[in-house]
């Protein structure tokens, strides 16, 4: 079955660290792939989407994922981790139907 | 400002009394979707609309209907909500579905039933 899986349903990096977020998709056929943010009592937000166009994708807020097709992953990094970045992490997949398949989520705390 | 807007935000009801939760965007999107929210689960998909007046059943969509009469609008309705319907409902727009577009997010509805 087509599925989106999250290592880490919690992850606490310390200010200015590596952050790293994993995922990785179950599909015979890679699908176009999404990460979105979720602000506490906010709505998602895109920050960054692979379309087949390069593998190594840049989005908002210094966050960037590479699309690795032989590992079937799409982990979110960013060098250095901010305070403002705590949050919840999505990842998503468009399997060529008609949804977003969501990954169940990664809790980001920064620790000053 | 281009947006997905959610009435109500937060709403605490009873077993059985009829809701809904409304929707709307003002990007001439053609797909709609909700999706429910909860806890180790992430968010599942309940109905989508692909235009106006085409509507299909996502992967959870027992105790929910919808309807798109308008493009802007697509209304929740949970005709007889029961305690496990308690979750974070999102309603999403793309401009056309497909071909790696995204979806836009509204703020969510948080809806507690006693």
């Known amino acids: 079955a087509q599925s989106v899986t999250q290592l880490g349903s919690h992850v606490s990096v310390s200010e200015g660290a590596l952050v790293l977020l994993r995922c990785n998709y179950s599909s015979s056929v890679p699908p176009y792939l999404f990460w979105y943010v979720q602000y506490p009592n906010q709505g998602l937000q895109l920050l960054l989407k692979y379309t087949s166009a390069a593998t190594l994708v840049k989005g908002i807020n210094g966050f960037e994922a590479e699309f690795k097709k032989s590992e079937t992953s799409f982990h979110l990094t960013k060098p250095s981790a901010h305070m403002s970045d705590a949050a919840e992490y999505f990842c998503a997949a468009n399997f060529g139907n008609e949804k977003l398949t969501f990954g169940t989520g990664t809790r980001l705390t920064i620790i000053p | 400002e281009a947006q997905v807007t959610q009435n109500p935000r937060y709403l605490i009801t009873v077993t059985g009394k009829k809701l809904t939760v409304t929707c709307s965007q003002n990007?001439?999107?053609?797909?709609m979707s909700w999706y429910r929210q909860d806890p180790g689960l992430g968010l599942r998909q309940i109905y989508y609309?692909?235009?106006?007046?085409v509507t299909d059943k996502g992967d959870v969509p027992e105790g929910y209907k919808v309807s798109r009469k308008e493009k802007r609008n697509f209304p929740l309705i949970l005709e007889s909500p029961s305690p496990n319907q308690t979750s974070l409902y999102f309603c999403?727009?793309?401009?056309?579905w497909g071909a790696g577009g995204e979806l836009f997010f509204g703020e969510g509805s948080r809806l507690t039933v006693l």
């Open positions: 999403a727009s793309s401009l056309k």
């Open positions: 990007m001439n999107h053609e797909y």
């Open positions: 609309s692909m235009n106006v007046e």
